[in-house]
């Protein structure tokens, strides 16, 4: 049951209801404007993830928050009066600062790497400029942090990993293997020989693949990256080893195995979950894709430090450092 409200007394230590509104800031004009703006490209996540993805929309809300975040830090004498003046270029260099700086995180980090900071800020002024133009508003960019790629490591990780898991299905019959043993000697496989992306590996579905003359083959549709945003992306046929091919087959089979306890329509994506996850049988995600590697990596780097193995790199937990690892390897031994 409520109470009616009242006034506490000079001693009562609480303020009023009036009182307490009286000391909250009100938004700032360009932060409203801003929200609307968001509030678009929400809509048209909705209906149009090809136009405003999951993960761009997730970056859009990112750098709005900081935004919000760094308006009271002072960027500008008017930044808070409009949107416009929030983006223009005096604030809009101000927030980059802060943001640089690690002023507005709002969780802790150790990172040191300062590729990881310049890819945000590349971020941050695509999403700025996303921004004026949904608003039909100027946008002077500041000058683009640099593209700078991660360093590769030895090549020779990718052999280990592909020990450590020829062992581990070593340890059971052909029969009695795990789905994901099996599904994890294929896709390692493939990884190998065609070196997609993790969002390329997970849109994967079983008609790219071709049996035909004894060989298979992979069609993959790559996505343009950095410099090539914005082209048609082009399908890519790429033949496989037979080993690949091999173990691609034996995934087929279990795979087929694990569909028949679905109810409705049948996955048609190549990768799927495997038990012991509940929901095997439904397609596996990048996210998923990623931490069953990371998994794997920190496995084989367990080995290595007990076997006391001297190295200058650690083998890389991130699926994109070892993909262009590889594909180093593969220009240079083509260049040669």
Not at 131 to 152: G, I, N, S, V, Y
Not at 163 to 181: G, K
């Amino acid at each position: 049951m409520s109470t009616t409200a009242r006034h506490l007394s000079a001693s009562g230590g609480r303020p009023t209801p009036a009182v307490a509104l009286r000391a909250v800031p009100s938004t700032a004009a360009s932060i409203i404007e801003l929200e609307r703006v968001l509030d678009v490209f929400r809509k048209i996540n909705r209906t149009a993830k090809d136009v405003v993805s999951d993960a761009r929309l997730q970056q859009l809300e990112w750098v709005a928050s900081e935004l919000a975040i760094a308006l009271p830090l002072g960027l500008s004498e008017t930044a808070g009066d409009s949107l416009e003046d929030l983006l223009a270029l005096d604030a809009v260099q101000a927030y980059l600062l802060l943001a640089r700086g690690g002023y507005l995180r709002s969780m802790p980090t150790v990172s040191t790497d300062p590729t990881s900071v310049d890819a945000s800020e590349r971020i941050r002024i695509y999403c700025l400029e996303a921004f004026a133009r949904q608003a039909r508003l100027p946008f002077e960019a500041p000058d683009m942090p640099p593209m700078t790629l991660r360093p590769t490591v030895s090549p020779l990780f990718a052999d280990l990993i592909t020990n450590h898991l020829e062992d581990e299905a070593a340890q059971w019959t052909e029969v009695n293997r795990p789905d994901a043993i099996v599904r994890g000697l294929a896709m390692w496989g493939v990884m190998r020989d065609v070196l997609p992306r993790l969002g390329e590996i997970e849109s994967m579905l079983v008609d790219d693949l071709r049996f035909e003359g004894g060989d298979w083959t992979l069609t993959i549709t790559r996505q343009p990256q950095g410099g090539l945003r914005g082209k048609q992306p082009e399908p890519e046929t790429i033949a496989l080893r037979t080993d690949t091919g091999r173990r691609l087959a034996e995934w087929l089979d279990r795979r087929s195995k694990l569909i028949t306890r679905l109810h409705g329509g049948v996955p048609r994506h190549l990768w799927l979950s495997a038990p012991p996850h509940p929901d095997f049988g439904v397609p596996i995600h990048r996210r998923g894709i990623s931490k069953w590697y990371k998994k794997v990596a920190d496995a084989v780097q367990i080995k290595q430090d007990a076997a006391g193995v001297p190295e200058e790199d650690l083998v890389p937990t991130r699926w994109e450092t070892m993909r262009r690892t590889l594909l180093a390897k593969r220009q240079a031994r083509e260049a040669a």
